[in-house]
């Protein structure tokens, strides 16, 4: 169990952190279990492109597109990044979590840390045990998690969806790395989205990069509502344009 425990005094944050703690988990593989009542309820519907139009409770930021505005309020804080981009999460838990509480977003999106298929299976497990660790820890203190759904080899999904809360209300994921060599493509995406549906009943699910790619997602199967924003960089390059 748990034994965090958060004093917060504005504007300064003091806590009581023990960041190698071993959460409880229900699972055989030791992935920790998330928190049902501190999940994400509030639904990402655009990404930040660093204008105002985009500067909105109902965005999604990137992780990568720091600094972000200093009006900003609320929002969704989201990882689907190069891994180096993130990294400090992992080595700096006390203080990235500190960070994450001053800047009180409505939600906050697990950590992608990179899960491929040619990787050996013990990496990709330390991948999302990493992921759901960071996120149960962030709920410990208050932080409303969007948990995700990660890709990886056909033997992982189990690992990947049986360790989920079920009828979660949000979730992520991204597709702008397919096709980029390996065995993930967009019929192996499609699979896994509907073997989400079947294992988890996500009310929605949200997925980054796919407005961009709409047409190759026309195969989604029933069951959720789907949200398809831009990734950050492909929004960017068009708004530059105009």
């Not at 409770?57 to 190069?82: K, N």
């Not at 080595?91 to 906050?108: A, I």
């Not at 491929?116 to 497990?125: G, I």
Request: hydrophobic fraction near 35%; proline fraction near 5%.
């Amino acid at each position: 169990e748990s034994v965090l425990r958060q004093e917060v005094e504005q504007p300064v944050f003091t806590f009581e952190v023990d960041d190698e703690v071993i959460f409880k988990s229900s699972n055989e593989w030791g992935i920790p279990d998330l928190l049902e009542e501190e999940l994400c309820t509030h639904i990402p519907r655009d990404t930040w492109d660093r204008n105002d139009d985009t500067n909105t409770i109902d965005s999604w930021y990137c992780q990568s597109a720091r600094p972000f505005p200093t009006d900003r309020e609320g929002g969704v804080l989201g990882f689907f990044t190069e891994d180096y981009r993130f990294e400090n999460y992992w080595n700096n838990k006390k203080g990235t979590l500190e960070k994450l509480l001053r800047e009180e977003w409505d939600g906050v999106c697990a950590i992608d840390f990179s899960i491929y298929w040619d990787y050996p299976k013990a990496v990709n497990m330390y991948q999302l045990y990493r992921s759901r660790w960071l996120a149960r820890f962030w709920q410990e203190f208050g932080i409303k998690v969007i948990p995700i759904i990660q890709g990886g080899l056909d033997e992982d999904v189990d690992l990947i969806l049986e360790t989920l809360p079920r009828y979660v209300p949000v979730m992520a994921t991204q597709c702008r790395t397919l096709n980029r060599g390996g065995k993930r493509n967009w019929s192996t995406f499609i699979e896994l989205i509907d073997n989400t549906i079947q294992v988890v009943k996500p009310e929605t699910i949200v997925i980054y990069g796919g407005k961009e790619h709409k047409k190759k997602l026309s195969g989604l199967p029933s069951g959720c509502e789907y949200v398809l924003i831009d990734s950050y960089m492909t929004k960017r390059r068009h708004r530059m344009k105009e």
